[in-house]
């Protein structure tokens, strides 16, 4: 049994049988939402190629993403969109998706692993895991559900704006990405808040 594994199962004790792990993907980007997962998996269930899903390539991440959603015993998905984002900042946007994503899971969780050094409200126990994509086996397979997610839906809004290029940059600010932000100007699809510097240095060019 892999090191994440053991990582995961060194919580369970009598009171916490279930253990969820939670990650997002999409906080960088200058388009689209940001996506959390949360999944349970029993304590025998792992697999090896299981990691942070940053280190993983595409083509695995998908092979992976249909053996995480076979194999465990129950996963949420949480979407906040650009326009959200832009009203409440995205820090609160992860979190809020995060939470909305551990809410669907059913067995519910006697204790709840948060990638990162934030946590939101929840009734269960949480705990803060600081890169726990890479430390953790439920964060890892939380992360690579967020990201299959969310990179399948900047494919499908790459068919509508086809000139940002986001069936290759998924939304993250690319130096092709920022000059066709410069040359089209936004898209509803962008996160507003995000493209006020690059804009701003496009009209200084003509002061």
């Known amino acids: 049994m892999n090191s994440l594994k053991t990582f995961d199962n060194k919580f369970l004790s009598k009171k916490i049988r ?7 993907a999409g906080r960088g ?10 999944v349970i998996f029993d304590k025998k269930t792992f697999h090896k190629e299981i ?6 390539s595409e083509k695995k991440r998908e092979e992976l993403y249909g053996w995480i959603l076979e194999n465990c015993l129950s996963f949420g998905i949480g979407i906040i969109g650009h326009e959200e984002i832009d009203e409440i900042n995205i820090l609160q946007a992860s979190l809020k998706a995060m939470k909305y994503a ?5 067995p519910v969780p006697n204790l709840i692993l948060i990638d990162g050094n934030k946590s939101f409200v929840a009734d269960i126990k949480t705990k803060t895991v600081v890169k726990g994509d890479s430390k953790s086996f439920s964060i890892a397979a939380a992360s690579i559900i967020a990201k299959v997610t ?3 839906i900047m494919k499908e809004a790459h068919e509508k704006f086809p000139e940002y290029l986001w069936d290759r940059n998924k939304g993250y600010p690319t130096l092709a990405h920022r ?3 410069k040359k089209f100007g936004a898209s509803p699809f962008h996160r507003k808040t995000f493209l006020s510097r690059i804009l701003v240095e496009e009209q200084e060019k003509f002061f």
């Open 51 to 56: 990691n942070d899903s940053k280190k993983i």
């Open 179 to 181: 000059e066709a932000v």
């Open 102 to 106: 551990a809410t669907q899971l059913f």
């Open 29 to 38: 980007p200058l388009a689209g939402p940001v996506v959390a997962a949360a």
């Open 18 to 24: 279930f253990i969820a792990g939670v990650d997002e």
């Open 150 to 152: 969310r990179d399948r």
